[in-house]
């Protein structure tokens, strides 16, 4: 039988679904709406945990203001900006991926999971939930569906590569 668990490796997004960076070219010379309802917005997000520099994530994400794919205080935050602008904001952890609930741990039989599966390793369920393995004992393993950033304070710099006028 398969493992009922998928490896996903180290990924983090501030968006509702996965977005995994490439490169993109800002327009050259073109004049930026400012961000409002509806806009099309591709910006360079660059995520730090003050006090813990082994935590850096940086990537290209793609997002329409006001549809909520962005942490609401995100959204707040980038509104009115331009193509080119930089913000740099620090988030409580309530306002970032919210508090660290102890009662999204899950333990699960070690089976389950893929082979060569580690402490630390963030893996995917059947029902396409993402849960860090935090303890492998035995035969169990202890699966945490916390945000690896709940609980956490964070620095978000942005920079706006593009907006997309939605009319």
């Known amino acids: 039988m398969p493992p009922s668990i998928v490896k996903l490796g180290m990924m983090l997004s501030l968006f509702g679904t996965l977005i995994i960076g490439g490169i993109i070219q800002p327009a050259l010379a073109q004049e930026s709406h400012p961000i409002t309802e509806g806009s099309n917005v591709t910006l360079i997000y660059h995520i730090t945990v003050p006090g813990n520099t082994a935590f850096e994530v940086k990537d290209v994400g793609r997002f329409v203001q006001g549809k909520h794919q962005l942490l609401p205080s995100l959204e707040r935050a980038v509104t009115g900006m331009k193509t080119g602008e930089e913000k740099q904001i620090e988030l409580t952890a309530e306002d970032g991926f919210g508090p ?68």
Request: glycine residues 10%; neutral net charge; aromatic residues 2%.
């Open 100 to 167: 660290y609930d102890a009662g999204k741990q899950k333990t699960i039989p070690k089976v389950d999971l893929p082979d060569g599966t580690k402490e630390g390793d963030i893996l995917q369920d059947k029902a396409g939930q993402s849960a860090t393995v935090t303890h492998l004992s035995g035969g169990s393993a202890v699966m945490d569906y916390n945000h690896p950033l709940a609980g956490k304070a964070i620095v978000v710099k942005l920079k706006i590569l593009k907006v997309e006028d939605p009319s």
